[in-house]
């Protein structure tokens, strides 16, 4: 019985490791069409920054350790060209295929820079791939550019952003439209912008990017979007989802027998909506892939979906949020109400920092739709607990009765979720 | 309509203030025997080390200000001797008496020095009120003690120890029995007792306090727990529950009409045991002072109890726990799997530190039961992230597909919590 699987980054070895996982004798191969396998996508930021300062930091695991440790057949530089169904066999770059029994399917997703003249110029970059993060790195070394603009204002960008700054170069991030973070929340978008600006980033939005070639300055950051790679699944017959992403179960079944799919090609359910959503995000392409795995290899898991949660870090500053924003609960057919807060993070003679909480619920349910959380610190575990009651339905005043922890050092004795909670009841 | 509340700190003042926003007409009373209200007992212990400078820096209110803008009548140094039930009155030392319709009792604890010889010396110190702390600070500034010894390894004998080790004071460590922080948690002791060590402090397990006098020292902290203040009230007819604290209901009510208690003179209900529990700590505290406040001031609400959480530093060390240890679980009649992982919390360029994570879990219905976290930072977050889950009854597999946020300077791309939950699981 064979495993193949598409795609070596982080749903295809996380599928892959799941797998052996459970099946010791299954014979699994591993085709990644680019030279690296394993790496740590999420670190090329810090990479273009020189905080890490080789890209063999971002590899986990190499190709050889697959082998050896865990007798995975991790074959690199071997395109997958057609995925043929019905004879249960990929065809490869250069003619050969390679029957499988099962097949995972993991190929990611790419820059979606359509529409975007002068994209493939030397001095413009995308952000996706290792080899992505260490040609922008050696182009700040070599040609040392003064000037730069950043077109998007998803993590990526705002991730760009912060490293080029760090780096000294005159940055300027212009984006369509007037959100950030793909949030639609006007106040937060006039929080990052105002705190971007104090680092003397010129902030232009409403300024979609049509052409790269036209813009002068010294180096161009393409981070318009994710696209997913669904071509080769949709051309063996796999249906797309309403996202356009490839649709799968929450045992990451696609619509083709024995075929399944996880990570950034797929699609997932949204918990608080309960509609399907892209996401593309490492944590989730690892836990997709470990579903997809355990499919394959016969045994049941399940992924039920994701509550939107992520945090990027904006010029030191902690953005971190979950669920839906009012605007976009409003749009989802909820009648959302908001409490926006700001608290100490901690005692005061502990260095404690402003940071703001906003939660989001529904007037006729009580249930709490969405959180957001901004401080230099905490900010992370902060909207985990929000998530968390994402994920279980919490309602407000559920959530005000978290048994939270509480020392000096560590948080004030009304933690700022339950002051926003708090606030939250009263305005129910 | 006249609200009396007896004790003016945490609880009482919570109650104080919450009643008033919810009736404005209200007459109240508060009646608090010492001389200082609304003070961070919380932070008694970075007083004594010296990085909270003046005690007034812990008084968060004054009673001038629960005066003049809460029109609540805050009187200090009036201590109440008994509370005439049938009446509707409480007596006053000096023989006053005030009329109350409803009475919140927030008398609060004491410490526990019962059997202690000594315990009333001059270089002998509980660490409880503003005044204790502002008098082992001057003690320590005027008589320059070199040598230390804590009785007691709850939460206020580690802080204590901390503290007297940041002074440069040589200090010993003894407590009766194995266990730190109340958990009965062997492998936690161990790991505790050995980090504390590396701060050379002299740490004897087995070692229960008979005589403060008796011992070769400078300076003694008696940090041998808390007695709830239930004399009061129990004179009055109010009944105490198993634990000997004062009983109540989920609205505050004790067994008397229109008597309330809240804090650390009132038991609670433990979320996971379903049983009452004793854990006086400031925030529970607050949450049970505003339900009691509510109540007396004829407002629906309820505060359903506790998961058992708390945090502490430690030498520097975040401990974190909530719910049961794996000992106490089996001693409560569950049949406990656990799991510990040591891990980084984050990207290592991010100077990402190991921290560890025990999850602890029922085998017959796979429901959480409990967790710890250790770490230098972010301890406070993801144990908050557990006590959620415990208030909701979460099993490991729910857990284990909780959406938590991820970027590198905030996290590793599999959360410690992730990664205990996934041991976890293949323990079951």
Redesign the interface.
């Known amino acids: 019985m064979r495993l193949v699987v598409v795609g070596g980054v982080?749903a295809g070895l996380s599928a892959a490791a799941r797998a052996r996982r459970i099946d010791r004798s299954l014979e699994i191969v591993v085709l990644e069409k680019g030279e690296d396998v394993s790496y740590?996508a999420?670190?090329l930021p810090?990479l273009v920054e020189g905080?890490?300062r080789a890209a063999e930091?971002l590899v986990v695991y190499t190709a050889g350790h697959f082998r050896r440790e865990r007798n995975i057949d991790v074959r690199t530089s071997t395109e997958v060209v057609a995925i043929e169904h019905a004879r249960r066999r990929v065809v490869l770059r250069g003619g050969d295929s390679l029957p499988f029994d099962r097949l995972v399917v993991a190929t990611g997703a790419r820059p979606d820079t359509t529409g975007i003249a002068g994209a493939g110029l030397p001095h413009v970059f995308t952000l996706h791939t290792l080899r992505d993060g260490v040609r922008l790195r050696d182009f700040l070394r070599e040609k040392r550019p003064r000037r730069a603009v950043v077109a998007g204002a998803g993590?990526i960008g705002l991730e760009a952003v912060e490293a080029l700054r760090a780096r000294g170069l005159d940055v300027t991030l212009m984006f369509p439209g007037h959100d950030l973070l793909g949030r639609h929340d006007p106040e937060l978008a006039r929080v990052l912008i105002a705190h971007i600006e104090r680092f003397r980033v010129d902030v232009r939005a409403e300024q979609p990017l049509r052409s790269a070639a036209a813009l002068d300055t010294d180096l161009v950051v393409l981070a318009t979007g994710l696209k997913p790679n669904v071509e080769l699944a949709a051309e063996a017959g796999a249906n797309l989802g309403p996202t356009g992403a490839i649709q799968v179960s929450d045992r990451m079944e696609t619509s083709l027998g024995s075929v399944y799919a996880a990570g950034d090609c797929a699609e997932t359910t949204h918990?608080v909506t309960g509609r399907a959503v892209y996401l593309p995000?490492?944590?989730?392409a690892?836990?997709m892939g470990r579903v997809a795995g355990a499919t394959a290899a016969g045994a049941r898991e399940r992924?039920?979906g994701?509550?939107?949660?992520?945090?990027?870090?904006v010029c030191g500053l902690?953005v971190?949020v979950?669920g839906l924003s009012k605007e976009q609960a409003r749009q989802e057919g909820f009648e959302p109400v908001a409490a926006r807060i700001e608290s100490g993070d901690r005692?005061?003679?502990?260095r404690g920092r402003p940071t703001t909480v906003e939660l989001v619920a529904d007037r006729r349910t009580g249930r709490l739709l969405g959180g957001l959380v901004l401080g230099e610190?905490?900010?992370?575990?902060?909207?985990?607990?929000v998530?968390?009651?994402l994920?279980?339905r919490?309602c407000v005043d559920?959530f005000e009765?978290?048994?939270?922890?509480?020392?000096?050092?560590?948080?004030p004795?009304?933690?700022p979720l339950l002051i926003a909670a708090q606030q939250l009841q009263k305005a129910m």
Do not use: E, M
């Not at 994701?306 to 870090?313: E, I, W």
């Not at 009765?401 to 948080?411: M, W």
């Open positions: 982080a740590a999420c670190g810090y905080r890490v930091q993590y918990l995000l490492g944590t989730t690892n836990k992924f039920p994701v509550v939107g949660t992520s945090v990027v870090r902690g971190a979950t005692a005061r003679y502990f610190d905490g900010a992370a575990g902060r909207i985990n607990v998530a968390t009651a994920h279980h919490l559920d009765q978290l048994d939270l922890a509480y020392a000096p050092p560590f948080a004795v009304w933690d």
